[in-house]
């Protein structure tokens, strides 16, 4: 068994599962519903987008932008989210050009009525 203090306060942050799930749904608010995520060995990786992977380990979210490695503190999901909103919305749906659909629901799979075991 193991022993908690009481006195310790809880602080998701420290908790990668935690932080990565406050961060999906600080995303979720965003707009980026087809998140999945996954949790193991003191760290925690959130899939937003086909081209877009976030990773929570040691305190912070880290992902990838124009090919260089972008760190947020892990303390701050709602943070990280506008971050990564900002760099991965576009114009609104029907605002493009000619358009087309841009912003998270342009890069995410449609919805399907399939069940997964």
Request: proline share 9%; glycine share 10%; hydrophobic share 30%.
């Amino acid at each position: 068994m193991l022993s908690v203090r009481t006195d310790t306060p809880y602080l998701p942050w420290r908790d990668p599962c935690e932080a990565t799930r406050l961060l999906r749904y600080a995303l979720h608010r965003q707009g980026f519903t087809h998140t999945y995520q996954s949790d193991g060995n003191g760290m925690s990786v959130l899939s937003v987008l086909t081209d877009l992977t976030v990773w929570c380990k040691s305190g912070l979210f880290v992902w990838s932008e124009n090919g260089r490695e972008t760190v947020h503190p892990a303390d701050d999901p709602a943070g990280a989210a506008r971050l990564i909103s900002r760099h991965h919305r576009g114009p609104a749906a029907g605002d493009g050009p000619s358009g087309e659909r841009t912003g998270p629901q342009a890069h995410a799979s449609p919805p399907t009525d399939s069940v997964r075991d």
